[in-house]
């Protein structure tokens, strides 16, 4: 009986491991409720006023809308997913814009100065790659490949940072 429970439980956290659905505050398909979360992410962002604190929300508000969209696939309501996609392409827009915008600045000293890594970047970047992957095999065209093009963009992120 406790093998069986301590087998449960790492099975479950290897399932779960490759999750956002805990990030999620409130679901799309709840979209008044939604528009108005969302909304007051962008006025949180803009008290953000340096690089590192804006690549960070981003990563972290990233993670949130996959989770959302895991969440959608869930409740049979990939109807929504394209929400929650959209606001994860301009997340992924931001990181790429602060990165490129570092030019005579070290990237790795600017991730330290909110205790990130380039390490943890990546490894954030590529569990969100991984998860798009999996999300992208449960939904259907034109979704699918606005997904797999997310993911794309997301390791073109990786690939300036490694």
Do not use: C, H
């Amino acid at each position: 009986m406790i093998i069986t429970i301590v087998i449960f439980i790492s099975l479950s956290t290897i399932v779960f491991a490759q999750s956002f659905r805990d990030k999620v505050i409130i679901s799309p398909d709840i979209s008044y409720v939604w528009n108005f979360q969302t909304g007051f992410e962008e006025l949180y962002r803009f008290v953000k006023f340096t690089k590192p604190m804006k690549i960070e929300y981003s990563l972290e508000l990233g993670e949130r809308r996959i989770g959302e969209m895991e969440v959608l696939i869930d409740k049979n309501r990939t109807d929504y997913i394209t929400f929650a996609e959209n606001l994860y392409e301009r997340e992924i827009n931001i990181i790429e814009i602060e990165l490129n915008s570092t030019a005579g600045f070290d990237i790795l000293e600017i991730l330290k100065s909110v205790n990130l890594n380039k390490t943890d970047v990546i490894n954030r970047l590529q569990t969100q790659i991984k998860v798009l992957g999996d999300i992208s095999v449960k939904v259907s065209e034109p979704l699918k490949t606005s997904i797999i093009n997310a993911a794309k963009r997301s390791s073109k992120i990786v690939g300036m940072l490694g």
